[in-house]
């Protein structure tokens, strides 16, 4: 009798989501000797999920994984299925009923929250609208950024919210050799911006930065970093964080931002401030955004245990622009079980459960920011994925083993008439975005429109 997995039983896996945690996945598959089938379903024509749309356009190093996931794809067990959104095109039942097992690595598409009065102004925006625009990602290419006001305000001490500021404190010239989207590079070209706050709710031992992304902020070209020194005399408690080793990281940052205090006014055109202990209450403006309040606190607690508390005290910064970058949430997928409040699909060790913390549903898996929140690292993602598969293969005898995989996919596609390409088609779309980036002396120039996309992969 054959088992899943053998060389007559062919494992058939969907796995709904091309970022890391997707390619993550399915080179732990892969990786496992088994007779294995692998459908990586995207919702774009593109793969790389994060990488190519979230990662910052002055970071290439950082993109240097897709080399992996290139590699991933020229296994003959891999199949890329490209342009199909799961819970529109096809069913997440469907896919049930098509494959032994369906493991979801969607990431957290969406922002967090303010929760405050004027969140919604124009003017306000997200800190992933912001990024998938310069990115040039189809969802947001025709978001418009208003950037002639002298002052943008960023929510959040992350490696997104530095992202965002160091867009806007570059010049062109420092950008344009990247694979930045044009239209994107053309707004920036017209910026009036000319002060950028990063403003954080904790104190500066506490921001969550990359002490290299920080560092970065001293080489801008004509942007001061700067940091009232008076905002970085810490607290007993902060203090004795940095001191500890699990503080490390931070004691780096606390030393880079008092080489922000310490940077002279040598006249350049922009200057970014960090600033600390300071969170929003309510966005003003008439018919657009003009100013936002925020409440000053103060930190009370142990060390690493730290909340921070408002003092009641207020102050104002008049901007025409603020993005939010205080953490992302997962979006659900139509037939697969999600946890609002945290915004994840709830699970134990990657295996899906109907509900936080009630019965697993056979069959289905999840992997990456999707499954453990938004944390870490690119890198991050694999331990994450590998976990989720262990599961998996832990699994394989209590799976079905009546399922036609791709060939039952193909057919729900082709029935409900979705136009799906494969990865020797993507591979036309990225050798086309290269050829384009070419003349400019840029990496590529990517397509901005699913339509562009689907006219090169059919051409």
């Not at 706050?197 to 990359?210: L, W």
């Not at 990496?443 to 429109?449: A, I, S, Y």
């Amino acid at each position: 009798m054959s088992s899943l997995g053998d060389e007559s039983s062919p494992l058939r896996v969907a796995i709904v989501g091309s970022g890391p945690s997707g390619f993550y996945a399915t080179e732990a598959l892969i990786k496992s000797g088994l007779n294995i089938e692998i459908d990586l379903i995207e919702r774009l024509p593109a793969p790389y999920g994060l990488v190519r749309n979230g990662v910052a356009p002055d970071h290439p190093k950082l993109k240097q994984a897709i080399e992996v996931y290139k590699k991933v794809a020229k296994n003959p067990e891999f199949n890329f299925v490209g342009n199909v959104t799961v819970g529109v095109d096809i069913k997440a039942e469907d896919l049930q009923q098509t494959h032994h097992a369906v493991m979801y690595t969607c990431g957290a598409e969406t922002d967090r929250r303010l929760g405050i009065p004027g969140e919604d102004l124009p003017g306000s925006h997200t800190a992933t609208e912001f990024v998938g625009w310069y990115n040039g990602h189809p969802d947001y290419r025709d978001r418009t950024f208003d950037l002639s006001h002298e002052t943008a305000v960023v929510i959040g001490q992350g490696n997104v919210a530095a992202d965002v500021a160091r867009i806007l404190a570059k010049s062109v010239d420092e950008l344009k050799h990247t694979d930045i989207a044009q239209h994107a590079l053309d707004v920036l070209a017209e910026s009036r911006v000319r002060t950028i706050y990063v403003v954080g709710r904790r104190g500066p031992a506490q921001a969550k930065f990359a002490s290299k992304e920080l560092k970065e902020f001293l080489e801008i070209e004509n942007c001061r970093p700067y940091i009232a020194p008076e905002e970085l005399e810490l607290n007993p408690a902060s203090q004795e964080e940095i001191n500890s080793k699990e503080g490390r990281g931070n004691k780096k940052n606390v030393e880079i931002f008092h080489r922000f205090a310490d940077s002279e006014d040598t006249g350049k055109q922009r200057i970014c401030i960090a600033t600390f202990l300071k969170s929003p209450q309510r966005l003003e403006g008439e018919a657009r955004l003009q100013k936002v309040v925020f409440e000053t606190n103060a930190l009370t607690g142990e060390p690493f245990r730290q909340s921070a508390r408002g003092t009641g005290q207020t102050m104002e910064i008049e901007c025409g622009i603020l993005f939010r970058s205080i953490g992302y949430n997962g979006v659900p997928v139509p037939g697969v079980p999600f946890y609002e409040r945290w915004g994840t699909i709830p699970n134990e060790a990657g295996r899906i459960t109907a509900e936080q913390d009630g019965p697993v549903v056979p069959g289905l898996y999840t992997a990456g920011w999707i499954k453990r929140g938004p944390s870490g690292i690119i890198g991050t993602n694999r331990a994450c994925a590998v976990e989720s598969v262990e599961a998996l293969l832990e699994d394989i005898d209590q799976l079905n083993t009546d399922r036609p995989g791709r060939e039952g996919l193909y057919k729900i596609l082709d029935n409900n008439g979705v136009r799906h390409i494969n990865f020797a088609q993507w591979e036309k779309i990225d050798t086309a975005e290269v050829a384009a980036g070419e003349p400019k002396s840029k990496p590529r120039e990517k397509f901005t429109r699913q339509s562009e996309m689907l006219a090169v992969a059919e051409s």
